[in-house]
Protein backbone atom coordinates (compact mmCIF):
# COMPACT_ATOMS: atom_id res chain seq x y z
CA UNK A 1 0.00 0.00 0.00
CA UNK A 2 2.98 2.28 0.61
CA UNK A 3 4.00 1.81 -2.67
CA UNK A 4 0.85 2.44 -4.04
CA UNK A 5 0.81 5.68 -1.78
CA UNK A 6 4.19 6.96 -2.68
CA UNK A 7 3.50 6.52 -6.54
CA UNK A 8 -0.05 8.65 -6.35
CA UNK A 9 2.32 11.60 -4.60
CA UNK A 10 5.00 11.53 -7.36
CA UNK A 11 2.68 11.41 -10.43
CA UNK A 12 0.69 14.39 -8.74
CA UNK A 13 0.82 17.36 -10.43
CA UNK A 14 1.45 20.99 -8.72
CA UNK A 15 -2.15 22.10 -9.96
CA UNK A 16 -5.76 20.11 -10.39
CA UNK A 17 -5.82 21.65 -14.03
CA UNK A 18 -2.52 20.26 -14.83
CA UNK A 19 -3.53 16.98 -13.70
CA UNK A 20 -6.68 17.19 -15.58
CA UNK A 21 -4.60 17.63 -18.71
CA UNK A 22 -2.30 14.97 -18.06
CA UNK A 23 -4.22 11.72 -18.58
CA UNK A 24 -1.07 9.80 -18.04
CA UNK A 25 -0.82 10.49 -14.63
CA UNK A 26 -4.36 10.16 -14.43
CA UNK A 27 -4.08 6.64 -15.26
CA UNK A 28 -1.02 6.31 -12.85
CA UNK A 29 -2.74 7.71 -9.93
CA UNK A 30 -5.91 5.70 -10.25
CA UNK A 31 -4.44 2.25 -10.94
CA UNK A 32 -2.10 2.67 -7.31
CA UNK A 33 -5.49 3.93 -6.03
CA UNK A 34 -7.10 0.57 -7.24
CA UNK A 35 -4.32 -1.52 -5.98
CA UNK A 36 -4.13 0.08 -2.77
CA UNK A 37 -7.90 0.03 -2.08
CA UNK A 38 -7.73 -4.27 -3.38
CA UNK A 39 -4.40 -4.60 -0.77
CA UNK A 40 -6.36 -2.80 2.21
CA UNK A 41 -8.90 -4.95 1.55
CA UNK A 42 -6.64 -8.49 1.53
CA UNK A 43 -5.28 -7.09 4.82
CA UNK A 44 -9.09 -6.77 6.49
CA UNK A 45 -9.80 -10.13 4.90
CA UNK A 46 -7.15 -11.99 7.20
CA UNK A 47 -7.90 -9.94 10.21
CA UNK A 48 -11.47 -11.12 9.76
CA UNK A 49 -10.49 -14.44 9.16
CA UNK A 50 -8.00 -14.19 12.27
CA UNK A 51 -11.34 -13.38 14.54
CA UNK A 52 -13.01 -16.28 13.15
CA UNK A 53 -15.97 -14.34 11.32
CA UNK A 54 -16.70 -15.40 8.17
CA UNK A 55 -15.29 -13.56 5.37
CA UNK A 56 -17.56 -11.79 2.53
CA UNK A 57 -17.50 -13.26 -1.10
CA UNK A 58 -17.05 -9.81 -2.72
CA UNK A 59 -16.05 -6.14 -1.74
CA UNK A 60 -19.51 -5.06 -1.68
CA UNK A 61 -20.49 -8.27 0.80
CA UNK A 62 -17.36 -7.22 3.82
CA UNK A 63 -18.79 -2.96 3.32
CA UNK A 64 -22.73 -4.12 3.48
CA UNK A 65 -21.58 -5.92 6.73
CA UNK A 66 -19.91 -3.31 8.65
CA UNK A 67 -15.99 -5.39 8.75
CA UNK A 68 -14.70 -1.98 6.47
CA UNK A 69 -16.33 0.71 8.07
CA UNK A 70 -15.09 0.35 11.65
CA UNK A 71 -11.51 0.10 10.12
CA UNK A 72 -11.94 3.27 8.05
CA UNK A 73 -13.81 5.01 11.28
CA UNK A 74 -10.02 4.97 12.91
CA UNK A 75 -8.11 5.80 10.47
Not at 12 to 18: H, I, M, R, S
Not at 45 to 72: R, V, Y
Amino acid sequence: MVRCVTRIESKLPVTKELFLRDIDAQDICILNFERSIRQMIDVMAILISTKGLDIPETMAGMIEAGHLQGWLNKN
